[in-house]
């Protein structure tokens, strides 16, 4: 893309210009252009034109940039170049969550696939985990087993209507934390748990949904209701979203799912409908594929033309071989053990005494040790604490503190 600048003589109306759109066309000979009237900052006029070769980016040169090596926030994804050539990285905890949308072919995925990719860079697993939702099976497929995910990578619709609802939950617990240490946001709770070596740190986390207009078919009030509630709480707590989608109608993005999602990333679409439901202003018809977009940062009144960048199968696969063999995931649930997560705390479990016995011998009991000790998901190990609790063996929540543990072994024998 070549942009031209160009400035009119005083007393020139700038729709003047932008009217003259088709005959700027013809006297080019391009085959399409786009009118940016006026360049934000400049008080000129920016007429782009597409180049006739076409040169790729790849992420590579993007991640050995200055802009990404020297970001310090562990949230930095590469998205481009911009139409100077000056590479554009954003960071999540400002987003601090993004809609992607465009027509099929456009380029959505692959700049999916360089946001997580970028993620896998710059961030441990101790520090960001992930929640990845592909309904359509295929897209998010070779990320599963990595040790940012907090389950494997969900496919069913139903079962990612649970996860949304857990993400929800883990975002309430994480306000109760910081209600009992009395801190505001993540970053400060982290610094206090160092500070004070009480508890873990809470990592950041990344919730994608490659395709939503299929949720929104399943189940679109709850959906969209967990979707406003994460979008409107959950950046001060470090929850994140990036929503894509290829169908950008009001009855899939809605009022309030765009209202609460500030950063946006259109691509090629094929109706000034679809640009105005996106970004809220036409433009987004013009594009010209293959990663060509327009994004509107948070606090931006107007987008930004760049050139996304390209990851292929081989870099993702090579990426993600490397991470698998830095460590084994630890999920914290399974798809199955989602879907019974609305269930009651039933007595039965063969592994209560057990976990008694550990947390007695540890003179501790915290749900992330169960996990870790009995390799077990999240959902049952908290079931279990809850049980324990109820039985009176341990103290009720402090916190980020692990509880206390009110029995010995021999208490233990005369409750069996």
């Known amino acids: 893309m070549t942009r031209f600048e160009v400035h009119p003589e005083p007393g020139v109306k700038v729709n003047k210009i932008t009217n003259l759109s088709d005959d700027i066309k013809l006297s080019l000979s391009a085959k399409d252009i786009r009118i940016e009237a006026p360049i934000p900052g400049k008080n000129t006029i920016g007429i782009e034109v597409p180049n006739l070769h076409s040169k790729m980016v790849f992420l590579r040169e993007m991640i050995r940039s200055s802009a990404f090596r020297d970001n310090p926030s562990p949230l930095t994804a590469a998205l481009g170049l911009d139409i100077s050539g000056q590479p554009v990285v954003v960071d999540l905890q400002k987003m601090p969550h993004g809609l992607i949308a465009g027509a099929t072919g456009s380029g959505k995925s692959v700049c999916i696939n360089t946001i997580l990719v970028s993620l896998m860079f710059k961030a441990s697993p101790d520090e960001v985990k992930m929640l990845l939702i592909d309904p359509k099976m295929v897209e998010l497929a070779p990320y599963n087993h990595i040790p940012h ?245 341990i103290s009720g929540a402090k916190g980020s503190k692990p509880r206390e543990v009110l029995m010995t072994l021999s208490d233990l024998e005369q409750l069996i």
């Open 149 to 393: 995910l907090v389950s494997p990578v969900i496919t069913d619709a139903k079962t990612a209507t649970a996860a949304l609802k857990w993400v929800v939950d883990e975002m309430e617990r994480r306000y109760e934390l910081f209600a009992h240490s009395g801190v505001r946001e993540i970053k400060r709770f982290n610094e206090l748990v160092k500070e004070k070596q009480m508890g873990e740190k809470l990592p950041y986390l990344v919730v994608v949904i490659d395709e939503l207009a299929d949720l929104m078919m399943v189940a679109p009030n709850e959906v969209e209701e967990s979707i406003c509630r994460i979008a409107q709480k959950a950046r001060a707590c470090g929850i994140h979203l990036l929503i894509a989608t290829q169908r950008p109608s009001v009855d899939v993005i809605t009022g309030l799912i765009k209202a609460n999602i500030p950063t946006r990333i259109a691509f090629s679409v094929s109706s000034q409908v679809d640009s105005r439901t996106i970004i809220d202003m036409a433009g987004a018809e013009k594009l010209l594929g293959k990663g060509d977009m327009l994004f509107l940062e948070n606090g931006s009144g107007k987008p930004t033309r760049l050139q996304g960048n390209f990851v292929s199968d081989r870099e993702i696969d090579q990426v993600v071989a490397h991470v698998r063999k830095q460590r084994k995931p630890v999920f914290l649930f399974e798809q199955e053990e989602l879907m019974l997560q609305g269930s009651a705390i039933t007595d039965e479990d063969e592994l209560f005494m057990d976990a008694c016995r550990f947390a007695i011998e540890q003179n501790s009991a915290s749900t992330s040790s169960l996990q870790r000790r009995f390799r077990i998901g999240y959902n049952r190990a908290a079931r279990l604490i809850d049980m324990m609790e109820r039985e009176g063996m």
